[in-house]
């Protein structure tokens, strides 16, 4: 699933090309793409005609458009969703599943997902403007609404291990398992240290450390390991050429030369370095055969 920087990219890309413009019709193939709108696509589709786009808006890497009078919709880009600009007379893609026309005549909007996971739902707004089927998800680094200070104490009164905590949406929202190896690496802490054993100071480096590195992917677009991850336009980011340790495996650190090494991580995988980020006293090596 693409993470904070990738579905920022494609908010601004979709900001851009639909900002202001009033939606005429909504065609959407198939029923899996509205399965979150319980009423159905037909219904769907109805409520969307005439709508007027005020904002387009992103809370970690859930993102909607706010359609005015407190309603949004969410747009859940799944694995593999893809939210294109297209010319009308363009050729339809092979796994389109939602096409937008605009009242102005210009470019639509499409979506397409190979994989399916992704869709659209209509959702009330609070009155911040978040849809309250995310009310649970806190905000992200890159926010306004970011308190630093009160993220710190709330990471420090857990009893998880660091990495399991930043990737805890209700923590901080829109950090994933690329941008937490990151983070850890550049602040020389390993995954499994226990969130409430890091001193305070210690926990707010982590945290400005995983600000800073996705700041620094949302600057060239995004991390692409996959091809099926693209902004408006199609095109891909290339933020993957500058990692440190995720997905670096048997490569040298770029700090200290050692191998970085792969663990395994809740059915996925972690990268660290053993010298710059040694592992905690007691945490044996995941695969490592039990004393």
């Known amino acids: 699933m693409p993470e904070l920087p990738e579905v920022e990219v494609v908010r601004r890309g979709l900001e851009g090309h639909v900002l202001g413009r009033d939606i005429t019709t909504v065609e959407l193939r ?9 009423p159905g696509p037909e219904d769907l589709a109805s409520r969307l005609s005439g709508r007027h786009v005020a904002a387009v808006r992103r809370r970690g890497k859930y993102l909607w458009l706010d359609l005015e009078d407190h309603v949004g919709l969410l747009l859940h880009l799944g694995m593999s969703g893809q939210l294109l600009v297209e010319d009308a007379d363009a050729p339809d893609e092979k796994h389109l599943h939602a096409r937008f026309r605009f009242a102005d005549g210009g470019p639509e909007l499409r979506f397409v997902d190979q994989r399916t996971f992704g869709g659209l739902a209509l959702t009330d707004l609070d009155d911040e403007g978040v849809p309250l089927a995310i009310a649970n998800i806190a905000p992200d680094l890159l926010e306004d609404a970011y308190d630093r200070a009160a993220v710190v104490r709330r990471i420090k009164g857990k009893d998880s291990a660091i990495k399991r905590v930043l990737l805890d949406q209700g923590v901080a929202s829109g950090i994933g398992n690329i941008y937490a190896d990151e ?4 602040a020389q802490v390993h995954g499994e240290r226990v969130a409430s054993a890091l001193t305070k ?3 707010g480096e982590v945290l400005d450390h995983a600000a800073q590195v996705m700041r620094e992917a949302l600057g060239q677009g995004g991390t692409s390991f996959d091809a099926l991850y693209v902004n408006v336009n199609g095109a891909s980011g290339y933020f993957d050429r500058s990692l440190a340790a995720y997905g670096q495996a048997g490569r040298p650190c770029p700090r200290c030369g050692t191998p970085i090494r792969r663990e395994q991580f809740m059915n996925r995988s972690s990268f660290s370095c053993p010298r710059c980020q040694p592992r905690p006293r007691g945490v044996r ?4 055969p039990r004393a």
């Open 285 to 288: 090596s995941a695969g490592a």
């Open 183 to 186: 983070a850890l690496w550049r």
């Open 30 to 38: 198939g029923h899996r793409v509205a399965r979150r709108h319980r």
């Open 201 to 203: 100071p210690r926990i």
